[in-house]
Structures are given as C-alpha cells and as structure tokens.
C-alpha cells in the first residue's frame, strides 16, 4: 500500500485523506532541505547567471568606486533579499512546502510576508534585481527586471492563482479579498477593492 501525499492540495490517497495526516508524513528537515535546493536553483539562475549574463553582454563590469547609486542598489537588493528568505522560511514552516510551482505548500500561506501582499516573494526577487541594476547603473538590467515583473505577473494571473483557487476554494477567495496581488495592505484584515 502506498503512502498518501499531497500534491497541489489534493492527496493521492483512495478517497482522499484527512490533510494534516499526509502533511505530519513528511519531516521539517526534507522539507527545508528541498526548499533549500529549489530556491538556490531559481535564485542562481534568474538572479545571478542571467544577470551576470546580461551585464557581461553589454560590457558593463563593476564600478570603479561606490556612490550614492551603488549604496542605494545594495540596500534595496538587500532588503529584496531579505524579503525572498522570509517568504522562503514561511514556506518550510507554515505551508510546510517549498517555493516551487511543482512542490508547492500544502497549505496556504497567509502569514509572515503573505499577510500585507500576495505574492512577496516574486517582489523581493524584482527588488534584488532593481538593486543590482542601480548598483551597476545598467539600463539592460532595468529591462531584465522589468520583463521578469511582466512574466511573473502573467505566470501568477494565468497559472498560481487558478492553481492555487482550486486547491484552497473559499479559504484562498476570502484571503484573495483581504490581502492584494502587487500592493501591499497595510490593514490585513481589512477588504480590499
């Protein structure tokens, strides 16, 4: 007899399962080890091999001294870091998942970063490249950023949000209604138009 697992929200089992036996079957530290391996993946590749890509592309190498640009480019990548790992650790604790769309979390995350924003992970990864395209005062990062927002918009609008409205029905429409895609709410509690 197998092992019931969830998978995008629903369980393997016959009949389906009571969710949080299938999610008590999995040990914290799998978990945080896939996490783990997933995010250095997409981070590495997205945030860093195509960036340093692009800029060595176009010629641009690092700048010869720091300026206000270059402070300002490692505060906002920082905090845009700083923002990814928390929606990371969040991932592993509360939603006992990982960031990725094919081992996603196998409950809803509304806490953490999630409670003011929906999707907190995609801007702190937006922000990372906005701080290195200050940093190395690259317009051709600034268009990479701007194409990585475009596609993870759609990515979001046209893949997670079903995704995740069929796997949470009413629990992810309610938290839909509190807590808005892009802009942050401030009043988490509170309905947002």
Same mark, same amino acid.
């Given at each position: 007899?197998?092992?019931?697992?969830?998978?995008?929200?629903?369980?393997?089992?016959?009949?389906?399962?009571?969710?949080?036996?299938?999610?008590?079957?999995?040990?914290?530290?799998?978990?945080?080890?896939?996490?783990?391996?997933?995010?250095?993946?997409?981070?590495?590749f997205l945030l860093v091999f195509l960036p340093a890509r692009f800029l060595a592309w176009s010629g641009i190498t690092q700048p010869a001294s720091i300026g206000a640009a270059q402070v300002a480019g490692i505060v906002i990548g920082a905090m845009g870091a700083a923002l990814a790992l928390w929606c990371i650790v969040t991932f592993i604790v509360i939603g006992r998942g990982t960031p990725a769309p094919f081992d996603p979390p196998r409950r809803l995350v509304t806490a953490g970063p999630y409670r003011f924003v929906r999707n907190p992970m995609?801007?702190? &990864? @937006?922000?990372? =490249?906005?701080g290195a395209a200050l940093f190395y005062q690259s317009s051709v990062l600034l268009w990479y950023? &701007? @194409?990585?927002? =475009?596609?993870?918009?759609?990515?979001?609008v046209v893949y997670e949000e079903p995704t995740l409205r069929s796997s949470f029905s009413a629990?992810?429409?309610?938290?839909?209604?509190?807590?808005?895609?892009?802009?942050?709410t401030l009043r988490p509690n509170a309905r947002v138009s």
């Open positions: 007899m197998s092992t019931p697992v969830r998978v995008w929200g629903r369980c393997s089992a016959a009949g389906g399962c009571a969710a949080e036996r299938c999610l008590r079957q999995e040990p914290p530290t799998f978990i945080a080890f896939r996490a783990l391996v997933y995010s250095s993946l997409f981070i590495g995609y801007i702190g &990864a @937006a922000l990372a =490249l906005a950023c &701007a @194409a990585f927002g =475009l596609i993870t918009h759609l990515f979001v629990e992810y429409t309610d938290y839909c209604k509190r807590v808005k895609r892009w802009w942050p």
